[in-house]
């Protein structure tokens, strides 16, 4: 059996475990919420939740679970959502006095709140390519999301895949300036190797396709 590990420190990782258990899948999975490096250890791929990044990260350091993770994620599947989508990005600006821990993975800088006070959380219809039943909107559930501000892959890196944007005729009328219209502001999630990253919240709707998609594409082939 695969076993699917949810970081479990702080965030939505319950609601994470919620969308896991509702799929169906082809093959069967166990869900471990991962607190410790024991249950770290045990996992083929892992999901990253939204919350706090800062928190998570403090948590994960003080928990001794910083450099395994680091390493897990070199190796594995990672899915980070939101706050999971920051922890997983390589750097990060509009930080917290003290800067961010993160763990990289992907090449990309993302910004932290990166919305700003205009309007903190939102939802819109994004168009994703790769999930069933493309022609169905995907909800985008935005929470004092992070946008990914620069792309940047060196060349030995796998290639970054953008696999949904938020359309700028969907955005909020408080967010349809020029500067949140280009890219790749409006790239929302993206696939680079065995990561995936998405700076808005799948696991706070009741559509389970991200979670089908992230174990279908990025879990179950690197699984023999
Ligand atoms: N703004 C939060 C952070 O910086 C992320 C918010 C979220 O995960 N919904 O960690």
């Known amino acids: 059996v695969v076993v699917i590990g949810i970081l479990a420190l702080q965030g939505a990782f319950v609601e994470h475990q919620d969308s896991l258990e509702r799929l169906n899948l082809s ?13 770290l250890d045990r996992c083929d791929a892992l999901i990253i939740p939204g919350g706090e990044s800062t928190t998570i990260a403090l948590l994960a350091k003080l928990s001794g679970l910083l450099e395994p993770l680091r390493r897990f994620v070199s190796q594995k599947p990672v899915w980070g959502t ?25 090449s990309i800088t993302i910004a932290r709140n990166g919305w700003g006070s205009q309007l903190e959380s939102f939802e819109g219809d994004i168009t994703v390519s790769g999930l069933k039943d493309p022609e169905v909107p995907f909800k985008g559930v935005f929470i004092r999301a992070p946008v990914v501000v620069e ?11 953008v696999i949904a944007s ?55 082939p690197t699984i023999s």
């Open 82 to 106: 939101c706050a999971g989508a920051i922890l997983l990005a390589d750097s990060v600006t509009n930080t917290k006095r003290g800067g961010q821990e993160v763990l990289g993975g992907m």
């Open 166 to 220: 938020l359309s700028p005729e969907l955005l909020p009328p408080a967010l349809q300036s020029p500067d949140h219209s280009g890219e790749p502001k409006t790239c929302v999630a993206l696939r680079q190797g065995l990561h995936l990253l998405t700076t808005f919240h799948p696991e706070l709707t009741n559509d389970h396709r991200f979670h089908e998609y992230f174990v279908r594409e990025c879990v179950f």
């Open 151 to 161: 792309l940047k892959p060196k060349s030995d890196d796998p290639p970054i895949q």
């Open 27 to 39: 093959r069967p999975i166990e869900i471990v919420l991962v607190r410790t490096l024991e249950d």
